[in-house]
């Protein structure tokens, strides 16, 4: 049985991928701050700002680790530079969840899993950094997967969202964002087909078709329902059509893992009525 070890286990998509993987793997992950994983034994403390990512993967001795970790501090480049190196000295595949941000410099046009990235964000420039580290590990050991927006029915995303409806708080709108997207569910599925079939490469793991971020808020705040009505902040980034897409082209998965936006839609929309 394959043994992983998911740093930032306790985040959103940690904990779903915990859930997804759990059953088929011997699963382990760590938490920062949320005191509830204290009791937890397949859950062990860990703040990459103070501490050494090496004790917990000695004492763990994973086949996969998954990264997760969340933010864009400095010193998060320099926990995944001891865990690539221990990845490689012990022969440890390694998934780092990264971003479609690492494009977001490019504002014309959607972007492929071989091309240059570019980003002016702080976050975006993190997630490049430790990529071009990741990208120089052996042939067959490592995984990048570019995640865009993701939504779902308790991601923080939609729960920001009705809370701000709720309390009647602005909401920001981006008209002119092209994007595509996904939901925790799809994700933690392509993932976990990804960790089985043990594939390589960079993965992006986005809806095949786009969407303006303005248009899915709307439609996705009419399917909540809601009794109270929106108020939106209208932010023009730019007067053209700006692009923060991830698509696939080289590395695309089977077809029963693809999806569209409105997949995704149905999907956020599905898990808030269970």
């Not at 011997?26 to 994983?37: E, I, L, M, P, S």
């Not at 309390?167 to 595509?180: A, D, R, S, W």
């Not at 786009?210 to 730019?238: C, M, T």
Request: net charge positive.
């Amino acid at each position: 049985m394959k043994r992983v070890l998911l740093f930032g286990g306790s985040g959103f998509l940690g904990r779903a991928l915990f859930k997804e993987l759990h059953p088929y793997m011997d699963v382990y992950g760590t938490y920062c701050n949320q005191t509830k994983f204290e009791s937890n034994k397949r859950y062990y403390h860990y703040d990459y700002r103070e501490d050494s990512p090496l004790k917990i993967l000695r004492k763990v001795k994973p086949d996969i680790i998954i990264s997760c970790l969340r933010g864009d501090a400095e010193e998060q480049f320099i926990a995944h530079d001891l865990i690539i190196d221990f990845s490689t000295k012990h022969e440890s595949k390694l998934i780092f969840l990264s971003s479609a941000n690492v494009f977001d410099g490019f504002w014309h046009y959607p972007s492929y899993e071989h091309d240059k990235t570019y980003s002016e964000s702080t976050y975006g420039l993190l997630k490049i950094k430790i990529e071009n580290k990741v990208m120089r590990m052996p042939p067959f050991s490592w995984a990048i997967a570019r995640l865009p927006m993701v939504f779902g029915a308790n991601t923080p995303r939609v729960l920001e969202l009705k809370n701000a409806i709720e309390e009647q708080i602005p909401y920001e709108i981006f008209p002119n964002t092209v994007m595509n997207l996904t939901t925790d569910d799809f994700v933690t599925q392509q993932l976990h087909y990804i960790v089985n079939r043990n594939l390589w490469g960079i993965f992006h793991l986005g809806s095949a078709d786009l969407i303006h971020h303005d248009e899915f808020i709307f439609q996705l705040v009419d399917g909540l329902r809601l009794n109270k009505k929106p108020i939106y902040k209208h932010v023009y980034a730019s007067n053209n059509d700006r692009y923060i897409v991830a698509l696939p082209r080289h590395n695309k998965l089977p077809k029963h893992l693809r999806f569209q936006c409105d997949d995704v839609l149905q999907n956020s929309l599905q898990g808030l009525k269970k």
